[in-house]
Nanobody, 115 residues
Framework: QVQLVESGGGLVQPGGSLTLSCAAS????????MAWYRQAPGKQRDLVAL???????NYADSVKGRFSISRDNAKNTVYLQMNSLKPEDTAVYYC?????????WGQGTQVTVSS
C-alpha cells in the first residue's frame, strides 16, 4: 500500500486554471487505477477522473473537456490539470490509488473557485 499526498489546491477565479499533484510514497507502476475524487460541503464524494495502468482515462461528465488526468510513473505522481474552472468545482479534491487488494486515499486539497 502507498501513502498519497495531494498538493496544488488554492483559490482561483472563475475561468482560471489549477494543476493538482498527487505524490505516492512508492511505485504506482502496477497500481490498476489512480483517480481524483472531490467532495463539496454536504455532498458525497464523487469521481472526477480516473487513469488506468495502461493509460486509459475516464471523466465525470461535468469536467469533460476541461480537466485532464495524467500519470508519471517515473515520479510516482498523478496530476489533474483543471481549466475553465467554475464555482461549482469548489470542493476538497482527493487522490485515490486502487488495486485488487487495497485502496488508499490522500488527505485532500481544497480548491475554491470564486471571484
Amino acid at each position: 500500500q502507498v501513502q498519497l499526498v495531494e498538493s496544488g489546491g488554492g483559490l482561483v477565479q472563475p475561468g482560471g486554471s489549477l494543476t493538482l499533484s498527487c505524490a505516492a510514497s512508492g511505485s504506482i507502476f502496477n497500481i490498476n487505477n489512480m483517480a481524483w475524487y472531490r467532495q463539496a460541503p454536504g455532498k458525497q464524494r464523487d469521481l472526477v477522473a480516473l487513469i488506468s495502468s495502461g493509460g486509459s482515462t475516464n471523466y465525470a461528465d461535468s469536467v469533460k473537456g476541461r480537466f485532464s488526468i495524467s500519470r508519471d510513473n517515473a515520479k510516482n505522481t498523478v496530476y489533474l490539470q483543471m481549466n475553465s474552472l467554475k464555482p461549482e468545482d469548489t470542493a476538497v479534491y482527493y487522490c485515490n490509488a486502487k488495486t485488487l487488494l487495497w485502496s488508499s486515499w490522500g488527505q485532500g486539497t481544497q480548491v475554491t473557485v470564486s471571484s
